[in-house]
C-alpha cells in the first residue's frame, strides 16, 4: 500500500525495555512519547528498533539507531536530533530516519537516560 504500520522498540543492551504505540498506516509517524529508564553503571549501548506492524505475518525490522555509551559521554547535556536508520539485516536496504532527544539524567536515584521518540521518516 505504500505505507507501514510504524512502532519503536526500546533495548537497553539488547535487551527489550519498552515499545512505543504503532502508529498506522504512515511514512512519516508521530510519537511525542517519553520514557525514563534506569541505566546500570554498566550499560554499554541503547538502542532503538523501528518496526513494522503486520498482522498476517511476522513484524519487519525497517532498522535501528545505536546510542552508545561513547555517544553520551560525547553530548554531556544529551542530544537532539535525526539519526540515520542502520540495518539489522544486511540483505535488506534501509532508508529513513528517526528524530530522538535524548538526555542524561544524575539524581538521588542514580543515572537516568531520557529518551524522547518523537518522530520518523
Known sequence: ???SDPYCIVKIDNEA?????????TLSPFWGEEYEVHLQ???????????DEDALSR????????ITRTMLAEH???YSGWLS???VDPNEEV???IHLRVELLEG????RLRCTVLEAR
Do not use: N
Not at 525495555?17 to 498506516?25: E, H, L, P, Q, S
Not at 553503571?41 to 518496526?51: A, E, K, L, Q, R
Open 1 to 3: 500500500t505504500g505505507s
Open 41 to 51: 553503571p554498566t550499560f554499554h549501548s541503547v538502542s532503538i528498533y523501528v518496526m
Open 59 to 66: 513484524d519487519d525490522i525497517i532498522g535501528k539507531v545505536c
Open 108 to 111: 538521588e536515584g542514580g543515572r
Open 76 to 78: 554531556p547535556k544529551g
Open 85 to 87: 536508520l542502520s540495518e
Open 17 to 25: 525495555i519498552v515499545r512505543t504505540a504503532t502508529v498506522w498506516k
Open 95 to 97: 532508508q529513513g530516519e
